[in-house]
């Protein structure tokens, strides 16, 4: 006679059992810190591309966020807005002005660590082009062009010799066709936070850099406290030296799953 009871218990059981490994991935995937990338001027998230993979490579889950450029706020509220989606702890990435980003989102609870790619560092009440006030210019900087509505970007020229002169050709003209413009008025909105205080950081300091003073990143590197790695780039390390970044950001992804 056919029993209906047992009929569903079986399949109640056999349900949790079919859960139980997604159950299991889960938690798993809230145990292992998520990299959360935060691009810089000049770029959007598929400067990261040569990264990435090499990151997910390692079961690490990567995702890069899309800034409009168009004010300090903005940026932080898309951070924070991929901070939020991540299943568990976060290490949080920022390159160039994407350290400004990351100064003021990092202060999300979920995050554990933070690392700085030839990146700014402000300290809280400081604005971007307040951090570099004591040293020169770099080169590139003097190339920046604005358009009619006060965005700024590099003709593609400048970018091949003063952004990214340490990649082929070809992929410089792909990145001056994809970069990101950014809102002049953005280097002057102060921090009202800096999340490196309060947590570890990594710092990538870029020796042939000609967007930002390579000893204004060390400057930087050392007041903040971070363990730093110089990589013989450009401002660009994630497009010449993938390997190098993607193990930095590894260490410290490690670093913040031994803690856990």
């Known amino acids: 006679m056919f029993n209906r009871k047992a009929v569903s218990i079986a399949a109640l059981a056999l349900g949790m059992a079919a859960s139980a490994p997604l159950l299991a991935a889960t938690a798993a995937d ?14 959007d998230g598929s400067d990261w591309a040569k990264v990435i993979p090499l990151l997910q490579a390692k079961g690490v889950k990567v995702q890069a966020v899309q800034n409009g450029l168009n004010s300090l706020a903005d940026d932080v509220a898309a951070t924070r807005r991929a901070i939020g989606n991540q299943p568990g702890k976060v290490v949080l990435v920022g390159h160039s002005w994407g350290g ?68 082929p050709a070809a992929q410089a003209r792909v990145m001056a066709a994809t970069q990101g413009p950014i809102k002049a008025t953005a280097f002057a909105e102060r921090t009202t936070v800096a999340a490196w205080q309060s947590r570890p950081s990594w710092f990538i300091v870029s020796a042939h ?30 497009q010449s030296r993938p390997q190098d970044v993607a193990k930095v950001i590894l260490d410290a992804v490690h670093a913040v799953e031994a803690r856990n």
Not at 127 to 144: Q, R
Not at 211 to 234: F, H, W, Y
Request: hydrophobic share 45%.
């Open 30 to 43: 809230a145990d292992q810190p998520s990299v959360v990338i935060v691009h810089g001027a000049f770029a």
């Open 100 to 167: 400004t980003v990351i100064t003021e989102a990092g202060a999300d609870s979920k995050v554990a660590g933070l690392v700085y790619v030839a990146a700014f560092a402000p300290d809280v009440g400081q604005s971007t082009e307040e951090v570099g006030k004591d040293y020169a210019p770099a080169p590139g900087i003097s190339k920046l062009v604005a358009d009619a509505n006060g965005y700024l970007s590099l003709p593609a020229e400048a970018l091949a010799s003063d952004f990214a002169q340490d990649v």
């Open 209 to 238: 850099d000609r967007m930002i003073q390579p000893d204004l990143e060390r400057a930087m590197a050392r007041n903040i406290g971070a363990k730093v790695t110089t990589l013989p780039t450009s401002h660009v390390p994630q």
